[in-house]
């Protein structure tokens, strides 16, 4: 399996302008997460995702960040207007409610986002 | 609400010596994870605690789950350059994973 794929790698945008970040799970999960890390506040939760449905989106910032899940295979995360205080790595993750280690937690390498 | 402490935040080691990484957590959980975060690149897991007295071990490192205590604990054993990482431990609640704040290890010749 080639594991949670995230693009882009890296992004540079300045301030005010769209962002979609977007992540595609390992094939079977069903749940996936979106993080954000920064040195200031750590690794924070931002939303996950149960079979597509959002079940808890309490550490999305505010209303200017927003995802979906349309299918199985794919998320997004989409920041819009985009602030520098934004600029972090966003991690996805996924995990399946079955196996030896369900619940277990997969990530992805990550999106370097630099709003300027 | 399940607060996930880790101690110590930083952790300086010769190479060669033992040490271990304590996390507590504030309530009841039966799943623990282990994570391991080079600088610049993505978390990947270490261990998987699923019960009570459950013992993993990988090399040079060996963690522990006590969930009557609310304590995992990973031990380093003679500890190497390439284990300078930051390793983080997750408390498991429903399906979500409460990361504690990492403790940053590192081994110096």
């Known amino acids: 399996d080639a594991g949670v794929i995230q693009s882009p790698r890296h992004e540079v945008t300045e301030m005010g302008q769209e962002v979609t970040l977007r992540c595609k799970p390992i094939?079977?999960?069903?749940?996936l997460f979106w993080y954000r890390q920064t040195m200031m506040r750590g690794l924070e939760l931002l939303i996950y995702?149960?079979?597509?449905?959002?079940?808890?989106d309490s550490g999305m910032p505010e209303d200017r960040f927003s995802a979906k899940m349309p299918n199985a295979s794919f998320s997004t995360l989409k920041i819009q207007p985009s602030e520098p205080r934004d600029s972090a790595v966003y991690f996805c993750?996924?995990?399946?409610?079955?196996?030896?280690?369900?619940?277990?937690?997969?990530f992805g390498p990550g999106t370097r986002l630099t709003v300027t | 609400e399940l607060k996930v402490e880790q101690n110590p935040l930083f952790l300086s080691m010769q190479e060669g010596k033992n040490y271990t990484i304590y996390c507590n957590y504030s309530t009841t959980s039966d799943r623990l994870y282990w994570y391991r975060q080079d600088p610049g690149k993505s978390l990947e897991s270490l261990f998987v605690l699923l019960s009570n007295g459950a013992v993993k071990q990988e090399g040079r490192l060996m963690a522990s789950l006590d969930t009557k205590a609310r304590l995992s604990t990973l031990h380093i054993t003679a500890a190497v350059h390439d284990l300078s990482a930051t390793y983080f431990c997750?408390?498991?609640?429903?399906?979500?994973?409460?990361f504690g704040t990492g403790t940053l290890l590192a081994v110096q010749p």
């Open positions: 993750a996924s995990s399946s409610h079955s196996g030896v280690n369900s619940y277990e937690q997969y």
């Open positions: 997750a408390v498991g609640r429903a399906n979500k994973l409460i």
């Open positions: 094939s079977g999960h069903n749940s």
């Open positions: 995702f149960n079979n597509n449905v959002p079940i808890d």
